[in-house]
C-alpha cells in the first residue's frame, strides 16, 4: 500500500459540492483564513496555555502558542511542497505554499477544540463525570459511544467536530478540506477504540465517526477497520512539539521558575554541536529562535529517512522518537524542567483544583436542564432554572428550534458549549450557577 499525494491533497469539504477554483485563494488559504477569522480561535487568546489566568502579557496562551506552531509549519510545508516536486511527485495544481497553507491552517486549530484551563480542565470534566454519571445521563440510557465520548472527553476530537462540520452555527465555521482535517488528526482511532481508553487519546466522537470514514476514505487513509495517518500530520505534531517545548522554557524565566542560566544550559543542549558558536552573551530570544531553526532542520530529516515507511501508512511512532539519542536526551531533559518547576508552580495547581469544581457546576446544571429539554420537547414546560441555564448558552430562537432533538444530541452541544468557553467565562457561569453573582 503505497498513499497518493493526489488524493492526499483533497480540497473536498464535507457534504459540499466541490466549486470551481478561485483565481484569488486556494482551498488551502481559505481554511486558513476561516481559522484566523473565527471566534473560536479567538477565545483561545484566553484559555490557558501551561499558566492559568496570568495577567503578564508576555505568557504565551493557546492563541500566541498557535500562531507560533503555525509559523514552525510553514517551513515544513514548503520544504514538503519542494520536497515533493523534486521526486516528481507534486500534483499539477498543488504548489508549496498550497502546502503551506495547509499545514498552517491545521496548526491554528490543533487546539481549538481545548476546554478552559487546559489539560487540567480536560482532566476534569473526564473525572467528574467519571464520577457523577448518574447525575448528568437520565435513567437508563444506553449508548456506549456516547458515554466514551464524554467520559474519556478529548480535546482532539472535540477540534476534529469543530473543523469537519457546516452545522455548528456560531460556535464555528472553519469546514476545512479533507487535506487539512487530516493534517489535524494525530490519533486517527475513535472513542470507543481500546487504544483511546489504554492511552486516553482520540481524534474522532462517535458524532464524527461517519465524517472521519469519508473523509479518510477519499484520501485513501482506510486500511480494513482502521484509518491511517495523513504525512502531514507528523509534521503538523512535529511543530507542535518543537514549539511547546522550546517556548515552556522562555516562559518558565519570565514567571521566574527557572533561572536564566538554568535556560540557558536547556537551550545549548537542544542546539547539539552549534552550541560552540555560542557564548554566556547570548540572549534566550536569540538562543530560542536558532534551537527552532535546529529542531526544524533534526525533525525534517527524520521525516525524509522515514519517508518510505510514512507513505506505506505503517508508521506508528512520531517523528520525536527518531531523533538522535543525543537529542532524544536533551528533550527529556526539557520534560524533566518542565515537570518538576513549571508545571508544579502553586498558582497552577490552585487553578488545576479549583477547575473540578467550576467544570463540576457547568456539567451538573447542563445535564440536567438538557434532559430536562429533550423530555417535555417544549422550551416553555422546561422547569424556571433550567430555562435559564439553556439561556446562557443558546439563544430562544435555537432552543425553541431543536427542542425536539433527542438527549444524545444535547449532549455533543453541551461539550461544544463548554469546551468553547475562556477560563474567565467558565470561572463566571460557574459563580453565577453557584449564586455568587
Keep these: 500500500m503505497i498513499l497518493d ?35 473560536s480561535f479567538r477565545r483561545l487568546g484566553k484559555k490557558t496555555q501551561v499558566h492559568p489566568m496570568e495577567q503578564n502579557a508576555h505568557i504565551h ?28 511527485e507534486l500534483p499539477d495544481h498543488i504548489n508549496e505554499y498550497d502546502i503551506a497553507f495547509s499545514l498552517m491552517a491545521a496548526s491554528l486549530a490543533h487546539d481549538i477544540g481545548n476546554p478552559p484551563f487546559g489539560h487540567a480542565g480536560e482532566y476534569a470534566i473526564r473525572e467528574w463525570l467519571e464520577s457523577h454519571s448518574d447525575e448528568f445521563f437520565p435513567p437508563n440510557f444506553d449508548d456506549p459511544g456516547l458515554r466514551a465520548d464524554v467520559l474519556i472527553f478529548e480535546g482532539n ?22 487535506c487539512s482535517l487530516g493534517t489535524m488528526v494525530k490519533y486517527p482511532w475513535t472513542s470507543t477504540a481500546p487504544r483511546a481508553k489504554n492511552q486516553g487519546k482520540y481524534n474522532f466522537f462517535s458524532s464524527e465517526e461517519e465524517i472521519a470514514k469519508v473523509v479518510f476514505g477519499e484520501m485513501g487513509l482506510v486500511k480494513g477497520d482502521e484509518f491511517i495517518r495523513h504525512p502531514m500530520s507528523f509534521l503538523s505534531e512535529a511543530a507542535d512539539d518543537i514549539c511547546y517545548r522550546v517556548i515552556d522554557i522562555e516562559d518558565a524565566v519570565e514567571m521566574n521558575e527557572i533561572s536564566p542560566r538554568e535556560a540557558r544550559e536547556l537551550y545549548f543542549g537542544l542546539l547539539g554541536d552549534q552550541k560552540k558558536e555560542y557564548h554566556d552573551k547570548a540572549n534566550l530570544p536569540q538562543l530560542r529562535a536558532e534551537v527552532i531553526g535546529r529542531l526544524i532542520e533534526v525533525f525534517w530529516e527524520v521525516f525524509v529517512t522515514n519517508y518510505d515507511e510514512i507513505m506505506s501508512g505503517t508508521r506508528v511512532d512520531d517523528l520525536k522518537a527518531g531523533l538522535s539519542p543525543q537529542d532524544l536526551a536533551c528533550m527529556a531533559s526539557v520534560k524533566t524542567a518542565n515537570t518538576t518547576k513549571i508545571f508544579t508552580a502553586e498558582k497552577k495547581i490552585r487553578v ?74 467558565a470561572i463566571e457561569i460557574s459563580n453565577s450557577i453557584n449564586g455568587f453573582n
Design 61 to 88: 496562551n493557546r492563541l500566541t502558542h498557535s500562531l507560533e506552531v503555525a509559523s514552525v509549519a510553514r517551513s515544513f510545508g514548503r520544504r514538503l511542497g519542494q520536497f515533493l516536486e523534486e521526486r516528481g
Design 352 to 425: 488545576e483544583i479549583g477547575s473540578y469544581q467550576v467544570m463540576g457546576r457547568i456539567l451538573k446544571a447542563f445535564g440536567k436542564a438538557t434532559h430536562a429539554l429533550s423530555e417535555h420537547q417544549d422550551l416553555k414546560s422546561v422547569p424556571f432554572i433550567a430555562q435559564r441555564c439553556l439561556s446562557l448558552a443558546w439563544s430562544q430562537e435555537y432552543l425553541a428550534a431543536n427542542a425536539a432533538q433527542p438527549f444524545s444530541w444535547w449532549v455533543h452541544q453541551t461539550l461544544d458549549f463548554i469546551s468553547g468557553m475562556t477560563d474567565d467565562r
Design 5 to 39: 499525494w493526489q488524493k492526499l491533497l483533497s480540497t473536498s469539504r464535507y457534504e459540499t459540492k466541490p466549486k470551481g477554483p478561485v483565481k484569488s485563494r486556494s482551498p488551502f488559504e481559505t481554511d486558513y483564513d476561516r481559522a484566523i477569522y473565527s471566534s
Design 157 to 178: 476530537a472535540q477540534g476534529f467536530r469543530i473543523a469537519s462540520r457546516k452545522d455548528l452555527g456560531e460556535l464555528a465555521y472553519l469546514h476545512f478540506t479533507y
